[in-house]
């Protein structure tokens, strides 16, 4: 079947500017996650989301970010006046459950802020 | 604090060499532990995983993985490497009680020589 999937896949932003970043994870996944690959590095949390509920925010590096998944299934996480330091390849995961499992993770999206 | 480390930045192999890469955590339990692979442009792909039960555990692609509790390590090997192992490897935690999130280590890349 389908898997994670995320879109844009690449996406150019001046300095200042609003991005979207949208997450399509696997139909009926209950666990949606966000995390934060910059160059060079692994993958960081960002936050975490049960059905609509978004249960952990605490990896958002600042009000800046902001995420919502209104019907608990697609996901967007929006940046709100990009800054360079927010450069990195944002990946969305979901998980069947809401337990331990393992997380799928869609193909990510290069933001550049320029 | 909660920890993962992967000590190899960058590993080069020959072809059909044996191969070893690293993880520690840090943590008072036992986490679950994962091995995730990454393909440039690529999402990140399951190799393997420890919940519980016999500490070395088969993955795909012939990787295999041995979870030692006196070293908290899980170290990641394959007899044989191939060419197309070529990648970025990063082992991954999921501690018990953080809403299930995955803490990955930094990563480490792995080129074959022919």
């Known amino acids: 079947g389908a898997g994670v999937s995320q879109s844009p896949r690449y996406k150019v932003a001046k300095r200042g500017q609003d991005v979207a970043l949208r997450c399509d994870p696997i139909s009926g996944h209950v666990s949606l996650f966000w995390y934060q690959q910059a160059l060079g590095q692994g993958p960081e949390f960002l936050t975490y989301?049960?059905?609509?509920?978004?249960?952990?925010k605490s990896g958002l590096p600042s009000d800046r970010f902001f995420a919502e998944r209104p019907e608990g299934s697609v996901s967007t996480l929006k940046i709100q006046r990009t800054q360079q330091e927010d450069s990195a390849v944002y990946l969305c995961?979901?998980?069947?459950?809401?337990?331990?499992?393992?997380?799928?993770f869609g193909p990510g999206t290069r933001l550049t802020v320029t | 604090a909660q920890s993962v480390t992967q000590p190899d930045i960058h590993i080069t192999v020959s072809e059909g060499a044996s191969l070893e890469l690293r993880c520690n955590y840090s943590y008072g339990a036992t986490p679950y532990l994962f091995w995730y692979v990454q393909s440039p442009g690529q999402g990140l792909q399951l190799l393997l995983k420890?919940?519980?039960?016999?500490?070395l555990v088969q993955g795909i692609k012939g990787f295999e993985a041995e979870f030692k509790r006196s070293q908290s390590s899980f170290n990641l090997r394959k007899p044989s490497v191939h060419w197309s192992d070529a990648a970025e490897y990063f082992c991954?935690?999921?501690?018990?009680?953080?809403?299930?999130?995955?803490?990955f280590g930094a990563g480490t890349r792995l080129a074959v020589h022919p």
């Open positions: 991954a935690v999921d501690f018990p009680g953080g809403y299930n999130k995955l803490i």
């Open positions: 995961a979901s998980r069947p459950r809401e337990d331990n499992g393992e997380q799928y």
């Open positions: 420890y919940f519980s039960g016999d500490t």
């Open positions: 989301f049960q059905n609509e509920a978004q249960l952990d």
